[in-house]
Nanobody
Framework: QVQFVESGGGLVQPGGSLTLSCAAS????????MGWYRQAPGKQRRLVAS???????DYADSVKGRFTISRNSINSTLYLQMNRLTPEDTAVYYC??????????WGQGTQVIVSS
C-alpha cells in the first residue's frame, strides 16, 4: 500500500524559509509524476508544485519563483524548498502523485505556519 510521510514543517517568520520532505513507499515513485499539495484552513487542498520523472517542474502562480520542488528517486523522497514565505503560505502540506497517478491514500501532512 502506498504511504507518504511528510516532514519539515514548523513555525517561521514572514520572509523565512523551510524545506519539506516526503518519504514515499511507492515502489514506482521513480516513474510517477509527483506533487506537493497544501490545504489552508477552510479551503480545499490544492496542488502547488509538481515534478515529472524526468525532472520537469510546474508551479502554481502563487508560489512560482519562491518554491522549488525536487526529487531523489534513489531513496524515493520528494522535497519542497520554500523561500520568502508569507502568511498566505500557512497550510498543511501533503505529497502525492499527480493527476491519474494520485493515490487515494494521503499522509498526515506537515503543518507550516508563517507568522511573526
Amino acid at each position: 500500500q502506498v504511504q507518504f510521510v511528510e516532514s519539515g514543517g514548523g513555525l517561521v517568520q514572514p520572509g523565512g524559509s523551510l524545506t519539506l520532505s516526503c518519504a514515499a513507499s511507492l515502489s514506482i515513485f521513480r516513474i510517477y509524476p509527483m506533487g506537493w499539495y497544501r490545504q489552508a484552513p477552510g479551503k480545499q487542498r490544492r496542488l502547488v508544485a509538481s515534478i515529472t520523472s524526468g525532472g520537469n517542474t510546474d508551479y502554481a502562480d502563487s508560489v512560482k519563483g519562491r518554491f522549488t520542488i525536487s526529487r531523489n528517486s534513489i531513496n524515493s523522497t520528494l522535497y519542497l524548498q520554500m523561500n520568502r514565505l508569507t502568511p498566505e503560505d500557512t497550510a498543511v502540506y501533503y505529497c502525492n502523485g499527480v493527476g491519474r497517478y494520485a493515490s487515494g491514500v494521503w499522509g498526515q501532512g506537515t503543518q507550516v505556519i508563517v507568522s511573526s
